[in-house]
């Protein structure tokens, strides 16, 4: 049975806009709203469970975030995965982290820095002990928890929304090739470790050549596929 989102009381239309984005979002993750697919925005009512009204304030965000696209005599398109997307989404990480990388390494406090490995170690701790059923999930959340947290430290609310929207993109791109499985698993997060060990050394440059190398293996994963 379809969710019904709480009623919208007065002063709340963001958070319910805000809602609906998550919702629209998480379906998209989860493969219910497939890339590539057309919908009709009754369907995105029915796929989500909020009103017709937040829908239809939804899909300007959408459309300027390049979430789904209105194709003519079609109707709305969710944005497909192809190699132009691919090379977009890296090269923005590329130019956008690269810098964040360095700025983190000189502000970052210690303990931010410590509790970086700590995340890192026990996901490689877990890999190596077997693993268990959460370990891919848990190992995601760290790898983007690591990147917001630089990101998020330019404290600067442009950058970190542009940079959610891109990883985003690089999540739908994930679910097709790059995704953290098994096999990479710990190579992924012993390139953070490279990361983190430069952070730690407050060595800027050495810092953000070593995320250009991160970026740089995640894109070859997804080119080739």
């Known amino acids: 049975m379809m969710s019904q989102p709480e009623p919208e009381r007065e002063g709340e239309p963001l958070k319910l806009r805000e809602r609906a ?16 697919q057309f919908v009709t925005q009754r369907e995105l009512v029915a796929m989500t469970g909020f009103p017709l009204g937040a829908i239809r304030e939804l899909i300007p965000r959408l459309e300027a975030e390049g979430l789904i696209k209105t194709v003519p005599q079609r109707g709305m ?11 977009n989404a890296f090269q923005f990480r590329l130019f ?18 410590a509790e970086q490995r700590a995340r890192h170690e026990a996901i490689i701790a877990r890999a190596e002990a077997g693993g268990d059923e959460r ?12 990147h917001e947290a630089i990101i998020d430290h330019l404290d600067n609310d442009i950058v970190s929304q542009a940079f959610r929207v891109t990883w985003l993109k690089i999540r739908l791109i994930r679910q097709y090739e790059t995704r953290i499985q098994n096999h990479i698993l710990v190579p992924v997060m012993q390139d953070h470790l490279k990361i983190i060990v430069a952070i730690e050394s407050r060595d800027p440059e050495r810092a953000a050549d070593e995320m250009s190398i ?12």
């Not at 398109?77 to 090379?87: E, G």
């Not at 991160?214 to 596929?225: F, K």
């Open 214 to 225: 991160h970026i740089g293996n995640a894109r070859a994963r997804a080119m080739q596929y």
């Open 21 to 36: 984005y998550a919702s629209f979002t998480e379906r998209l993750l989860a493969r219910e709203i497939k890339p590539g």
């Open 77 to 87: 398109q969710v944005a497909h995965v192809d190699l132009n997307l691919i090379r």
């Open 135 to 146: 370990l891919i999930e848990d190992a995601e959340d760290v790898d983007r928890l690591m």
């Open 96 to 113: 956008l982290e690269k810098e964040a990388t360095a700025l983190y390494t000189q502000n970052a406090t210690d303990d931010e820095i």
